[in-house]
């Protein structure tokens, strides 16, 4: 009996990923591949781009560094694709920004494992000051790229300067290990949900991009209600850490 146990535990601890996240990784790429097929196969870049993208959330919403080094392959892909359309913010805002954010991520996760497990980053409350210093940066980043956008002649200028304010809040949380980064990641998925609407109108090259960034919005709102978990198990087991242990000998009468 006790070799039966001891195989079961061995078992249940090959499996890295819960069934709910098995369930919302398997629906992410079923939806992204039957969207690309029944709407022509066009464009196979796209459908490459939106599976590593979907697989990408899963492991940043168990807070594994593996996430983001696929992220990073995601924005080069995505990048050439928004090239194609003259999203020129896309392009610019994932090779100039997300794609190296994501290398700082990748190192600074690396670097704050939880209580030394390196497939868990240690989780990140913020102050209210750290915040409204996003805050500010992400304005004067936007207002930036704005003009830089409008002189390049970037197709729906409006939308795709507020993907870029939603991008870099969504990529500087994820950076500092806040869980609130996927609350940034699901408003500049509904924005890009818009953008790609639009450029799928005139060529329907694009649909499995839009079932892409409807996955993703789901992964990111399941990142967030993660992460929170995550926040709150760390911070309970923190105290538990710190204790020091008893001494061995402490009570023993002999």
């Known amino acids: 009996m006790e070799s039966n146990e001891k195989s079961d535990t061995k ?24 969207s690309f097929f029944a709407f022509g196969g066009k464009g196979v870049l ?34 050439i694709i928004s090239l194609k359309v003259r999203y ?10 997300t794609a190296p954010m994501a290398i700082v991520a990748l190192i600074g996760w690396l670097r704050h494992p939880f209580n030394g497990n390196r497939a868990e980053v240690k989780a990140n409350n913020l102050r209210p000051l750290e915040y409204l ?13 704005y003009f830089i956008l409008r002189a390049m002649n970037t197709a ?54 839009i079932a892409c960034f409807c996955v993703f919005f789901v992964n990111d709102v399941y990142g967030f ?11 309970a087991a923190a105290p538990a850490e710190n204790t020091p242990a008893p001494e061995e000998n402490a009570e023993n009468p002999s």
């Not at 697989?55 to 593996?66: H, R, V, Y």
């Not at 020129?88 to 920004?97: A, D, F, H, K, P």
């Not at 949900?193 to 450029?199: C, F, K, P, Q, T």
Request: aromatic residues 14%; positive net charge.
């Open 156 to 209: 729906n200028l409006i939308p795709s300067t507020i993907s870029v304010a939603t991008s870099f809040i969504a990529v500087y949380l994820t950076a500092r290990r806040s869980p609130n980064y996927a609350l940034g990641y699901a408003a500049n998925d509904i924005v890009l949900i818009v953008l790609w609407v639009m450029a799928n109108a005139e060529s329907g090259e694009y649909v499995s991009v």
């Open 46 to 79: 796209s459908l490459v781009a939106s599976i590593i993208g979907a697989t990408s959330l899963i492991f940043i919403a168990k807070g594994n560094p593996i996430g983001q080094a696929l992220t990073v392959v995601f924005s080069v892909i995505y990048g």
């Open 225 to 235: 209600i993660n992460w929170r978990t995550i926040l709150k198990r760390q911070n």
């Open 133 to 145: 210093f996003a805050f500010a940066l992400t304005v004067a980043v936007t207002t930036a790229f």
């Open 11 to 34: 078992v249940k601890k090959k499996f890295y990923f819960t069934v709910y996240e098995l369930a919302i990784w398997t629906g992410s790429v079923a939806a992204i591949i039957i």
């Open 88 to 97: 020129y913010g896309e392009m610019i805002t994932y090779l100039g920004m």
